[in-house]
């Protein structure tokens, strides 16, 4: 089983902004968490706004709370709204089920954690993310 | 870079009422923030009911938190319903996602706080807020 | 009965603010609040640090609260901690015990408001309160 | 007037680790915030334990609260319990007032953010967040 390091999570980071510049897209924030849900590191852009810390973890903290990126959530929220309500409620509003909350597994589908990220569109911030996760050699799983 | 001041927030304050009483508007209630979101000044005219303050600072929050006005979270709020409520989730309910927040910016396109307008219909409430960010020479983003 | 207007809100902030001036105090926040336990008006001085919104409402709220200054709520948290505390249990967290919160009525003995105030040490917030609400023909009460 | 970048706040984590490893100290947790109290970047070594992030947080969050170190918040959780307490009651239980939360500001004085850190002693978790504010060429508040 791999174990997400300060390290890894450093480069994820590395790697999503490498692409964005690449992209050219806005201001982002990353957050990278464990998979107890906890954060390991955290880095917002300048000029990326200042509620985008909390859009991030609720991303990433969307992806390991059911065990898929939030893509998935974000596809619920239009089926069965209820449940993301219900989601929000269990976890004290500490979700955002918005594409950008990519889960991070190894070789053997145990869950190392997710990143998330937040500051340009769904789309773009996803794409970030999944370069981030390349990075580090994990399987990425959207939702 | 310039940085609000209590004096600038009361030019704001007095230029938005000034033309709240030109267009003959309800009783208004006025928050203007700082870029970090915190509140500089605050005036609720008499007869302006008493969730006012809170919903001013609601708008004028949520523009700073997105980097935005609210007439942009609350076109969110009709796509993805599920976002706006995420938001408010992960700020504790401090977002109020309808048009009468705006963002302040300075010339060089960095954040110097917002107003936050309530009282009136939520376009009377933005025209007034556009007075008083005019006031002190800063660009308004209604979102 | 006399009732809480704006201008009677910014009277009394500006006689703070003088009175502040004339002592050679730090920068303040000064909050004024209704009967009704609402703001009315808050001005924060430049350098007041960004939790002092809050305070200063916590101070005038919590004269209003139990119907005296907040001086008398700083005596109960030394002689009775458990009943200060189950104050802020039942106003979620909404009170800040110490000096610096004067309550105000009209010469019927009815209550008009409460104004709070912090930056300084209490007893020179309390100073600074007690000036405005001299400046417009209110009784204080301390607590 | 300067402003917290994160390349500033990537060479105060880089710096209090240098500090750390030096010192000989546990894994520790840090988090630079900016003027604001909005997180800029944080680094959560491997073995700071879960709730490190959080405790990071509160202390630089309660540097710029209060507009001092948390070392005054410190002296004063045992002067006034009471007031502490109330500050955890407004901020919604956001404030760790031990040492370690240090307060940064520029040379005219503006406060330019804070650094939180734990994990070891609260005076080793100060020493480590010294040497960060000082590798960027800030004023350090311990308070």
Same mark, same amino acid.
């Given at each position: 089983?791999?174990k997400? #390091?300060?390290?890894?999570?450093?480069?994820i980071?590395?790697? %999503?902004?490498?692409k964005?510049e690449e992209l050219? @897209?806005k201001?982002?924030? /990353?957050? /990278?968490i &464990?998979? $107890?849900g906890h954060l #390991?590191a955290?880095?917002r852009? &300048?000029?990326?706004?200042i509620?985008?810390p909390?859009?991030?973890?609720g991303k990433?903290?969307?992806a /390991? %709370? =059911?065990?898929?990126? #939030?893509?998935?959530?974000?596809?619920?929220?239009?089926?069965?709204?209820?449940f993301?309500?219900a @989601?929000?409620?269990v976890?004290? $509003? %500490?979700? =955002?089920?918005?594409?950008?909350? =990519?889960?991070?597994k190894d070789? &053997?589908? &145990?869950?190392v954690?997710?990143?998330?990220?937040t500051?340009?569109?769904?789309d773009?911030?996803e794409a970030a993310a999944l370069?981030?996760? +390349? +990075? /580090?050699g994990? =399987?990425a799983?959207?939702g």
């Open positions: 089983m791999r997400l #390091t300060l390290s890894m999570a450093e480069q980071i590395s790697a %999503a902004f490498a964005a050219g @897209l201001p982002l924030t /990353v957050a /990278v &464990d998979a $107890g #390991t955290l880095s852009q &300048d000029g990326s706004s509620l985008r909390q859009i991030a973890q990433a903290f969307g /390991v %709370a =059911v065990g898929t990126g #939030t893509r998935w959530l974000n596809a619920n929220a239009e089926s069965r709204p209820h993301i309500q @989601l929000n409620g976890s004290n $509003g %500490a979700i =955002v089920p918005v594409p950008g909350g =990519v889960l991070m070789e &053997d589908g &145990d869950v954690g997710a990143v998330g990220i500051g340009d569109t769904s773009n911030d370069a981030g996760v +390349a +990075a /580090v994990l =399987v799983d959207c």
